[in-house]
């Protein structure tokens, strides 16, 4: 199954391809055409399970059919889909996807959250803004500006609503549904189905259509897990002198940036340590050239985004380095499944810095596995 088959039209097709994604997970096959359907919905879904571009997608599809209600109100942003997130480093990851595969639709898309200063959001509020995804809090504090016009929204997305529940966020949540029009498509994305979720669920949705997906792929059992804990400016250090101390010899590296792949590989060629960046801004020959010297022995270190790393087949690699963690659990699996294959056994080693985490909780929920220190 492709996702132009799901009913997505070519500009956001071509949006996801570019991300190097062409098969839909199972919540995304089921999630697009009930959300293109225009109905509501309540879907059990893990981080790591594909479950933003299951919403943003048909989000993006339906606003970009309709452009009947764009307009602004009174000189403010007159939102036509919102998005609800429990934690800022959601609350981002989730505009990017929606900028991501937004790109060759005319929309536009913002983000707002707390602790950083509310004058440059009010100045972007000013313009055209059609989805927002913001943290309740800040959400608000906006409201009580009157900075923002709720009352157009035609899509609510509530995202880890159980988490939400859990940070104590349940007036707030109703106190922002108070301010949107009754005439609305909800969706309500949970990990869980906890009675509380079912009380908001069933004071929030009409007649939804239900989906639960099922844990995504456990870890090879091959593959030997470990974290280091280690400051984020060490990482580098900590990194050379493991390659050093065991003699590595073939490692396949993951940050999370291009620019940061970029980065690292310098460091450690300056080091004496040879290492080549693959990334979606290098040339095909030059991604190319560096994975024949990786596959070939010649080099030790081959640092890749999880991207440009899609397709890596490496025979016997007994190593991967998670030297950023991703930010979906589902990546960090695909990763680690580079190695350990076919009988063999593997190592996977991640860095993970003090504000890291709770991603990494969200790794060893999402695995069922708890990764020794």
């Known amino acids: 199954m492709s996702f ?26 089921q999630a697009i055409p009930a959300v293109l359907a225009g109905g509501d919905l309540l879907a059990a879904a893990q981080t790591g399970t594909g479950k933003t571009a299951g919403f943003t997608l048909p989000i993006l599809q339906r606003l970009a059919i309709d452009r009947g209600r764009a307009a602004n109100a009174g000189g403010r942003a007159a939102i036509r889909a919102l ?22 639709v005319n929309l536009k898309s913002m983000v707002m959250f707390g602790g950083v200063g509310i004058q440059p959001q009010i100045q972007q509020l000013r313009g055209r803004v059609d989805i927002l995804v913001a943290t309740p809090g800040r959400l608000l504090d906006h409201v009580g500006q009157r900075t923002l016009d709720l009352s157009r929204v035609e899509v609510l997305v509530l995202d880890e609503a159980d988490r939400m529940l859990d940070m104590g966020f349940i007036h707030d949540i109703k106190k922002v549904l108070a301010l949107l029009p009754r005439q609305r498509q909800n969706l309500l994305f949970s990990a869980t189905f906890s009675d509380e979720i079912r009380a908001l669920a069933d004071s ?14 456990a870890p090879a059992e091959a593959v030997t897990q470990r974290v280091h804990l280690v400051d984020r400016e060490r990482k ?46 290098k040339s095909q020959s030059a991604r190319t050239h560096a994975l024949a010297q990786f596959k070939g022995g010649a080099l030790p270190v081959l640092v890749a985004t999880d991207i440009a790393a899609r397709g890596i087949d490496v025979d016997d690699l007994e190593l991967v380095v998670n030297y950023d963690l991703p930010y979906d659990a589902e990546d960090y699996v695909h990763r680690i499944g580079r190695t350990g294959r076919a009988g063999k056994r593997g190592m996977a080693v991640t860095f993970v810095s003090g504000r890291d985490m709770y991603k990494l909780q969200f790794i060893e929920r999402f695995t069922r596995t708890k990764i020794r220190r």
């Open 4 to 29: 132009a088959s799901l009913g997505l039209s070519d500009a956001l097709v071509r949006a996801v391809t570019e991300r190097g994604y062409t098969v839909p997970t199972p919540i995304q096959r």
């Open 83 to 104: 998005i609800l997130t429990p934690t800022r480093e959601l609350a981002a990851q989730v505009e990017e996807s929606v900028r991501e595969y937004g790109k060759y």
């Open 204 to 217: 929030l949705l009409n007649r939804p259509a239900l989906i639960e997906v099922a844990r995504r792929n």
């Open 236 to 281: 580098r250090e900590l990194l050379a002198h493991l390659i050093r101390e065991n003699r590595w010899r073939q490692v396949l590296v993951f940050t999370r940036t291009k620019h940061g792949a970029n980065r690292l590989a310098d460091q450690l060629s300056r080091e004496g340590i040879a290492a080549l960046a693959i990334h979606g801004n």
